[in-house]
């Protein structure tokens, strides 16, 4: 009934057993233990599932875990790169102060870009997914109108594109393109 | 996944990634109930939601050939793969065809337009789609795995096309219109048009009007492409009306609004095409 799903993720080779109509955020969530990848509404409205494939945003409730084959795909766990001694990849708690955090997601803490953080994985990875499109010095107009496929029931989007936008900026300081581009 | 309780929410199916179109079409053949999967963002939600239930999904963008993906402009036409997705679409016609671009571009949202196809669009033929109307109101030609088929030809009814169960889109010729524009009045959660109109005129000055969201399926709005042909102003779309007997109507928007509406983005467009 299962098929093995080989691809790449958070630049890690993975295999993975899973059915065909397994989609790619149950598998990360619940095979992989990636939690970071939150699910919203599971009918590709709200954006919480964003996730990178080959670069690109998608949403991970609506890809089946297969059509991943032989493909990228960056988490918000692909994004810091855990200083030495971090704990095992996808794990929560002390290890994440720690963190190199990517300029996008410290560009969010900077900015105040979240409440609850619940919608916030899935704004800093179509953030980047803005960035990829738009280049790095993309305006808050633009950003909010491309922000149309996120959900946020907190903030009122204010200081995510504040976020966005100087997160944006902080990449090209980094010389940062796109990370999984 | 997607269980409660044991019980499995979403239906079983196999999974088929096929590198050719012959491929494609023998995997197609050898399942009792398949489905062409291409961008799936309305396979894979209409599964979800349980209202169909394939035994088997053939993926199409697993195809190999990049014709079927690319974005080409030849001397009076613009071909687009019909595995193109949106946002490239969107990004490629940005500066050759800012209709079909714009089209492209108010489609869902961005991360859905970076899977969403134009192939799978038009194969769905939802009566609120943005595609079905482009390809009517530029009376493109849709390429399959069998034949060219006229945009006339192509539209049939709600959620019905001229497509035969184990046919695929490959392309869509566009022809370059002297003119053209789009008009949407777009639902503001799903996006799909409340009343969308694309507008085209040809070098001899005929027109094309196509709309979309009113009726249950795409069709030319032949009144008013008559007067916009004789007269290609605003001014005279005055007097013309729509039978809203026959439109859609539900809790968005009731038939005689969308009628309403339809003739309000119509004349939007001629503006737009003026300019």
């Known amino acids: 009934m299962t098929e093995l799903l080989r691809f790449t993720l958070n630049g890690t080779p993975r295999e993975v057993a899973v ?54 795909v960056t988490t918000i766990e692909g994004l810091a790169t855990l200083s030495e001694g971090a704990q095992s990849e996808g794990a929560q708690g002390e290890h994440v102060q720690n963190a190199n955090l990517h300029p996008m997601q410290r560009a969010f803490q900077e900015q105040h870009g979240l409440q609850c953080g619940f919608c916030t994985p899935g704004m800093i990875m179509a953030g980047l997914d803005i960035v990829r499109r738009h280049g790095t010095q993309v305006d808050a107009r633009t950003i909010a109108h491309d922000l149309e496929g996120n959900l946020c029931r907190c903030t009122g989007y204010q200081n995510i594109i504040k976020a966005i936008e100087a997160g944006a900026q902080a990449m090209a300081h980094a010389r940062m393109g796109n990370p999984a581009a | 996944m997607l269980s409660y309780q044991g019980v499995t929410l979403v239906p079983e199916f196999s999974y088929h990634s096929p590198a050719t179109l012959e491929e494609a079409h023998s995997s197609f053949q050898q399942a009792e109930d398949a489905a062409f999967l291409a961008g799936g963002m309305t396979l894979l939600p209409t599964i979800k939601a349980g209202l169909r239930a394939p035994s088997a999904l053939i993926d199409l963008t697993t195809l190999r050939d990049p014709a079927l993906f690319a974005i080409s402009r030849q001397d009076n036409s613009i071909v687009v793969g019909a595995l193109a997705t949106h946002g490239k679409i969107a990004h490629a016609l940005a500066q050759g065809q800012p209709t079909l671009s714009q089209i492209a571009g108010g489609i869902g949202d961005p991360q859905v337009r970076n ?67 789009y008009a949407k009045f777009r639902h503001p959660a799903s996006r799909y048009a409340l009343a969308g109109v694309c507008l085209t005129q040809v070098m001899d000055g005929s027109v094309r009007v196509a709309l979309t969201g009113v009726f249950p399926c795409v069709m030319r709005w032949l009144a008013a492409e008559a007067a916009l042909s004789a007269d290609f102003t605003p001014a005279s779309l005055a007097d013309l009306t729509l039978d809203a007997s026959e439109a859609l109507s539900d809790i968005h928007a009731q038939g005689d609004y969308r009628c309403h509406l339809a003739q309000v983005m119509l004349k939007r467009a001629v503006v737009q095409a003026l300019a």
């Open chain 2, 115 to 181: 899977r969403g196809t134009i192939g799978g669009a038009l194969a769905n033929n939802d009566p609120a789609a943005d595609w079905p109307a482009a390809v009517l109101g530029f009376g493109a030609t849709l390429e399959t795995t069998r034949r060219r088929i006229a945009a006339d030809a192509f539209f049939q009814g709600m959620f019905t096309t001229a497509l035969e169960a184990d046919e695929m889109l490959t392309a869509v010729h566009f022809p370059n219109p002297k003119r053209s524009a």
């Open chain 1, 19 to 72: 059915r065909p109509w397994d989609f790619l955020v149950d598998v990360l969530r619940e095979q992989l233990g990636l939690t970071g990848t939150h699910i919203g509404c599971t009918t590709a409205q709200c954006g919480a599932c964003t996730v990178l494939l080959d670069g690109v945003g998608v949403k991970a409730c609506m890809l089946l875990a297969l059509q991943c084959a032989g493909r990228h």
